[in-house]
C-alpha cells in the first residue's frame, strides 16, 4: 500500500513569491493534517480536515496560507507571498477515521532566500 | 506554556545503558497518547501506543499517568541504531494530534 506522497521534497524560492506543496494521502484516510516542523522543534498543527472540512485551521496563518482539500483526497498548502520565516520542513500526514495512528508524507523542504 | 511539554536533551548516553524520556500534557481531556521516532531528515514514524496499564515492546517501555498527566518511555540495553528524536503525541480528540518538541537521543559506542 502507497503512503502518504508529497511533493514537492524540495523548494527554494526568494521572498514574496509564492510557492504550493502538494499531498495525496493514504487511501481511505480520512482525516488529513498539515504540520510545520522547524529545525529542532517539533511538528506544529497548520490545519486538520475531515474529508473536505477543515475542522482545525486555527493555528494558519491565514494573511499568506491557504490550503484547500478538494473531493476529501488530495490537498494543496499555498504560501503567498513567502516571508524568510517560512523556510521549514511542511508535513502532510493522513489517519483513518477509525483509527489513531498518523502515517506522515517524507515531507516538503522549503528554503527562502 | 505548551500543550505537550518534553526534555529537549540531548541525552548522550552509551550502548548498553538505560535511558528514561518524560513527557506532560496540559489537557486532561486527552485520549490516547503515543511516542513517535524520528531520524534525522526524516519523516516521524510511530514507535508505540500508550497505555494506562503501561506497555512493552521489547527493550522499550512506555507508561501513562493520567492523574499527574504524565507519559514516559524507557529504553532498554541501548543501541547505536537508537539514536534519532523521540516525540510524544497527545490525542485531545477526534484525531486531533499535537506534538511535544521532541527529546534527542545519542547513543555511543
Known amino acids: 500500500e502507497a503512503g502518504v506522497v508529497q511533493s514537492p521534497r524540495y523548494k527554494i524560492i526568494e521572498k514574496k513569491q509564492p510557492v504550493a506543496f502538494w499531498c495525496n494521502p493514504i487511501?481511505?484516510?480520512?482525516?488529513l493534517y498539515w504540520y510545520l516542523q522547524n529545525l529542532g522543534q517539533g511538528p506544529e498543527l497548520l490545519i486538520r480536515y475531515e474529508n473536505e472540512e477543515a475542522v482545525d485551521d486555527s493555528q494558519l496563518p491565514k494573511d499568506r496560507f491557504s490550503a484547500e482539500r478538494l473531493k476529501g483526497v488530495d490537498s494543496t498548502l499555498k504560501i503567498q507571498p513567502a516571508e524568510l520565516g517560512d523556510s521549514a520542513v511542511y508535513l502532510c500526514?493522513?489517519?483513518?477515521?477509525?483509527?489513531?495512528?498518523?502515517?506522515f508524507g517524507e515531507g516538503s523542504w522549503l528554503t527562502v532566500v | 506554556r505548551k500543550e505537550v511539554e518534553q526534555d529537549p536533551g540531548p541525552f548522550n548516553v552509551p550502548e548498553g545503558a538505560t535511558v528514561a524520556f518524560n513527557c506532560t500534557y496540559s489537557n486532561s481531556a486527552s485520549q490516547s497518547f503515543f511516542w513517535y521516532r524520528q531520524d534525522c531528515r526524516k519523516e516521524p514514524k510511530l514507535l508505540m501506543s500508550v497505555y494506562s496499564s503501561g506497555n512493552e515492546d521489547g527493550r522499550f517501555t512506555a507508561q501513562l499517568n493520567r492523574a499527574s498527566q504524565y507519559i514516559s518511555l524507557l529504553i532498554r540495553d541501548s543501541k547505536l541504531s537508537d539514536s534519532a528524536t523521540y516525540l510524544c503525541v497527545v490525542n485531545r480528540g477526534n484525531n486531533d494530534m499535537r506534538f511535544g518538541a521532541g527529546t534527542r537521543l545519542t547513543v555511543k559506542p
Open positions: 500526514a493522513s489517519s483513518a477515521r477509525s483509527g489513531n495512528t498518523i502515517y
Open positions: 487511501s481511505g484516510h480520512n482525516t
